[in-house]
């Protein structure tokens, strides 16, 4: 029996608090996080961490690590690969309220401030397998480490601080962002300059050298691809809205009831000369990493929202106080209550597409549809007689496609699908002559190159008419005994004209004698290239 006066004891210790949020939150995206099945994304990190390498084109290492881990010891199922996340979450929730206090935030205030976090949809919404949320934790790992020196002078925290700081660069490049602010702030800090003097800060810098290197030496080797997918991703960017995308995401993404509480959390670190590094890492963080997306630099927003909270606590006026507490808290419940639809995974697929819900984010409706799209896959690659299947290759324009075959196309006995986007671009196998191909989400003259007429031959659509995974299939054979399988990200199926397809290896011997698939392959990943990957997207 547990003694009462012994939790009475371990909830008067400061953190004790914080850890029964934490547990909530934890609680929260435990409860939630099996409704829907695998993201795209996840796909794509599961099928990285089956090919463990030291870099990858469009993210570090760390996450597909884990995902191996994770997958290692549960198995491959949605619930349990978001459990990782759902416990990065929680720390994050822990820290916010750990920063509180260090910032000179009383026992309430920490409380005030690990809630708001969890209520945050920043957090809330946090809950897919994805570098986010990792890339959030070392973020916040950092803040609390460099804001735990500031006010302690404890100079031994600089190596903690260079191994987070290496981790968060082998977890996610944003963080390069926070590199340079946490620089200017040792700098240009009178607290923090003088310990340049001790060695602590340089072990922590030689740290960060050191965890950084093994995917410096990948990029190296690779020409680095990572720089030119940034540099086309950032064109897309761009593209879809610019500075004003990024505004409005970051502002969603803190919850536009919780601004006047960020507004005045940057008031607080800015006035207080002690706290002004703190303030300044969060606005030069968002100034380096303007050019991204809105939530590149949203994991200093836990940090800014805490200094709110302790703005409050500096108000004199008791009565101010519990009423500007009650405002925060209600208006993180209430934005939490009003955007939870599309912050957690509660409604049903099925309900999905008539809520439009698949609109407001994507990224639910790229949770549904992956198997059913993979059996339809199946039901036309096992249409081919035996020595033709010998003789197949699945060819995908996308990495979740990829990815969705290669984990649900077992029980089909399919092949591993090979595709020019990203990281499948080097995972194609060395010694590939397919005779047929069964594509998805190509049309025919994507493969003009390899192949000469199509037939349709059918359609795929998405479950429950969800908008942004339905599909259509365009199967195509002629007597050299190609197929096509084709797919369009477009509701109800729409089907394609389309009419019948040479052998591939005919082709490719008319045009230098037996020329190996390595030739016809695309000679750089379809996000380093876009000019040359047209040939095959």
Avoid at 161 to 169: A, K, R
Avoid at 410 to 415: C, K
Avoid at 435 to 453: E, M, N
Wanted: charged share 15%.
């Amino acid at each position: 029996m547990v003694n009462i006066v012994t939790v009475r004891r371990w909830w008067q210790r400061p953190t004790s608090p914080l850890l029964v949020i934490s547990a909530v939150s934890l609680l929260i995206h435990l409860a939630t996080n099996g409704l829907y099945g695998f993201h795209t994304d996840e796909l794509y990190y599961i099928e990285s961490g089956r090919h463990p390498a030291l870099g990858y084109v469009d993210y570090p290492p760390v996450t597909p690590m884990l995902a191996w881990l994770n997958t290692s010891i549960f198995g491959v199922h949605p619930w349990t690969l978001r459990l990782f996340p759902a416990i990065a979450v929680a720390a994050v929730v822990f820290l916010t309220g750990l920063c509180t206090r260090d910032m000179g935030g009383g026992r309430w205030v920490s409380i005030l401030a690990s809630t708001v976090a969890l209520l945050s949809p920043l957090l809330l919404a946090t809950w897919l397998f994805q570098t986010v949320a990792f890339d959030q934790l070392t973020w916040m790992i950092a803040i609390y480490l460099l804001l735990r020196i500031l006010c302690t002078g404890e100079t031994r925290l600089f190596i903690l601080l260079g191994l987070d700081l290496g981790i968060g660069f082998e977890t996610k490049f944003t963080i390069v962002g926070l590199w340079v602010r946490i620089a200017a702030a040792v700098l240009m800090s009178r607290e923090l300059r003088p310990l340049l003097r001790t060695r602590y800060p340089w072990l922590g810098l030689a740290i960060v050298a050191a965890a950084s290197a093994p995917n410096v030496g990948w990029q190296i080797g690779n020409g680095f691809p990572t720089l030119t997918y940034i540099h086309n991703h950032s064109a897309d960017i761009s593209a879809g809205g610019g500075i004003g995308s990024f505004a409005a995401l970051f502002v969603l993404s803190m919850g536009p009831l919780l601004l006047p509480l960020w507004i005045a959390g940057l008031v607080v670190l800015w006035r207080d000369p002690h706290l002004r590094p703190m303030g300044g890492l969060a606005m030069v963080a968002i100034a380096v990493l303007a050019e991204g997306k809105g939530y590149y630099p949203a994991p200093t927003i836990p940090l800014v929202l805490a200094a709110g909270c302790v703005g409050i606590d500096r108000i004199a006026s008791r009565t101010h106080r519990r009423r500007l507490t009650g405002l925060a808290l209600g208006a993180g419940l209430l934005e939490a209550v009003l955007l939870l639809p599309i912050l957690l995974p509660l409604v049903p697929a099925s309900s999905m597409h008539r809520l439009g819900i698949d609109k407001l984010n994507p990224d639910y409706a790229n949770t549904v549809g992956w198997p059913q799209m993979t059996a339809q896959v199946a039901a036309v690659y096992n249409s081919l007689p035996e020595a033709q299947r010998a003789h197949a290759a699945i060819l995908t324009s996308i990495d979740g496609e990829a990815g969705a075959i290669d984990i649900y196309g077992r029980s089909e006995h399919l092949p591993r699908a090979i595709s020019p986007h990203l990281n499948f671009w080097y995972w194609k196998p060395a010694n590939l002559d397919a005779t047929i191909l069964v594509t998805v989400d190509y049309s025919p003259h994507d493969l003009a190159f390899l192949c000469g007429t199509v037939t349709r031959g059918g359609t795929v659509t998405s479950p429950y008419s969800i908008v942004y995974v339905a599909q259509t299939l365009t199967r195509g054979f002629s007597a050299s005994t190609i197929m096509i399988l084709h797919s369009v990200l477009s509701r109800g199926g729409r089907p394609m004209t389309s009419g019948g397809c040479e052998d591939p290896r005919e082709r490719r011997q008319r045009n230098g004698g037996n020329e190996p698939w390595s030739l016809s392959w695309p000679t750089r990943s379809s996000r380093e290239a876009p000019a040359e990957a047209a040939r095959f997207r």
